[in-house]
């Protein structure tokens, strides 16, 4: 497997690559490693963003690509019987998130104490994707303290159903627990973060977004 340090992929990288599923190349690979990089070069923009929401550009690279080095590692025990590879990386990711939960603190606590209005929003923050319909100028400030408030179980839900865009079953099968669980957590964040910006809900992507597991 080839992931150059210092580079994004969007998308995949051919036609060949959509005559596959990912579980098929996941077990491909386990006789031709090779293979391996149709996965990398399939989902690394979409781990990218998630991690960058979490964690900032400057540690995405890293902990994008060792999530795909941890994913290789351990792909002789991935089961399609258990979930997709999308849920499962984005597992791994999460995992990965957490070894830097103070970073992440440190990045929520700077985000609300600048000034929504000093500066454009920065594409890779946490709140940018969840709070892109939150219009007050002092939002996005409130919107940071309040994530970082979160239980990290709690958080770690909302922003792989806001951010990563999972499913309940997905997030379910990224976290190790039962979607229902799932359900309790991000009902119990939305509330939170409703509280702390007086009614809004920034984590619906739309007007109509349906429950997941629906």
Known sequence: ???????????????????EDDAAVISGSLADPDRFAAIYDRHFAD?????????????????????????FRKRD?????????????????????????????RRYDALARAHAASS??????????????????????????????????????????????LGYDEVGQALGIPAGTVGSRLSRARRKLREAL??????RLTDTEEDPRG
């Not at 497997?1 to 005559?19: E, I, K, L, Q, Y």
């Open 1 to 19: 497997m080839t992931a150059p340090s210092g580079t994004v992929r969007a998308g995949r990288t051919d036609a060949a690559d959509d005559t």
């Open 47 to 71: 781990i990218y963003r998630y991690v960058a929401a979490r964690l900032g550009r400057d540690t995405a690279d890293d902990l994008a690509a060792e999530t795909f080095v941890t994913a």
């Open 77 to 105: 025990g991935f089961d399609p019987a258990r979930g997709g590879v999308r849920p499962w990386l984005f597992g791994i990711a999460t995992n990965l998130v957490a070894l830097h939960r103070r970073a992440e603190r």
């Open 120 to 165: 454009l929003p920065d594409e890779d923050a946490p709140d940018e994707r969840i709070a892109a319909r939150v219009t007050a100028e002092g939002a996005r400030p409130r919107l940071a303290d309040a994530l970082a408030a979160l239980p990290e179980g709690d958080r770690d839900a909302l922003l792989l159903v806001s951010v990563a865009g």
């Open 198 to 203: 007086g009614g809004d809900d920034p984590t």
